[in-house]
């Protein structure tokens, strides 16, 4: 990384200081940590990872991977790591080894969302490595799911099972919010491997699981109806059902909560491929349409690859009025690397 684009990535991390409670504290804090001042770290040093790390995540849904990734991963580098090798007391030292095993996940999970899988592999298994050592197994749990969920979507649906197996494994006391994000993959893994039976029952599950879990609290931020029902549709798509995986996207649809701008994009994308399958040409248009809303707004390598789907899906009927509409709105928007030759 060279001088000039570390200090940009200070601004932006400040930047993002300035949003946690307590600021001034936090980003002094960081400040003495660059600059080699701080030899013992607290609880409070705990916090600021985490605090960071959940403002970092927001960026991510809003903006995507490519806006937060370097944030993050400067904040590692130059804030994160270096509370590792300081002095602190058992259990400080454990729940900042956790903090940060947390950060890494999430610095895995953006490097996936631009398209650089090996490096997300390894921020993953540093994320387990400090996980296992600070016993934090909500973190070990998510790492190996979101491992999985890397693996489904790259169609090794062999692996993303052994992995998503794996997750459900670690954690079994996991309330039953965590037991449907945990047996919602592994419903999607098995779909894609053709295991119909275990899917189906694997999403029962999930469902039952979820019902479970609204029905004591909704929680923010976290895996909700509308997530199970994305995974719904997965399982569906998997297991030859189009119509019925075009009914559960649509229902994830109106379910997501707006600050979930990437996944909009590419969910809303995906179901229109799926609608074009059915052979609902206008129909996928609309829905690309909504799709191009938001994708202005985000850096994402996942939500490109997406948009340039769309203009190859498109092209051979360009003689469509709904087409050529759909064509003149997304040009404008469309980098340039990513339309038709």
Known sequence: ???????????????????????????????????????????????????????????????????????????????????????????????????????????????????????????????LELAGASEDHLTFCTTLRGMSVQAVDLGHGAEAMRLADAAAAASPQAGPRMRAFLVGQQAHAAAQTGARAKAQRYLREAEVAMEKAESQSKAFGSYDPSSLLYHTSQVRYELGDIAGSIEAMEQSDRLRQSVYRRARVRHRCVLAERQLELGHFEAACQTWILALEDYPSLQSGRADERIRTMHSRIRPFMRNHAARELFERARPVTPARLLPG
């Not at 409670?21 to 980003?27: G, I, K, R, S, T």
């Not at 013992?40 to 960026?59: K, P």
């Not at 090996?118 to 298994?125: D, E, F, P, T």
Request: hydrophobic fraction near 45%.
């Open 1 to 127: 990384m060279d001088p000039s684009r570390r200090s940009v990535l200070g601004v932006g991390l400040f930047s993002v200081a300035l949003t946690i409670p307590n600021w001034p504290d936090v980003v002094g804090r960081m400040e003495a940590v660059q600059k080699g001042d701080v030899q013992r770290i607290g609880m409070a040093d705990v916090q600021t990872v985490a605090a960071m790390t959940e403002r970092i995540s927001e960026l991510d849904d809003q903006f995507g991977g490519r806006t937060a990734r370097p944030m993050s991963a400067a904040f590692l580098v130059n804030t994160a790591t270096p509370y590792l090798g300081m002095e602190a007391p058992e259990s400080v030292r454990k729940a900042m080894m956790g903090a940060v095993s947390d950060l890494c996940y999430l610095t895995g999970y953006m490097a996936v969302d631009e398209g650089l899988h090996g490096l997300a592999q390894r921020y993953y298994l540093k994320a």
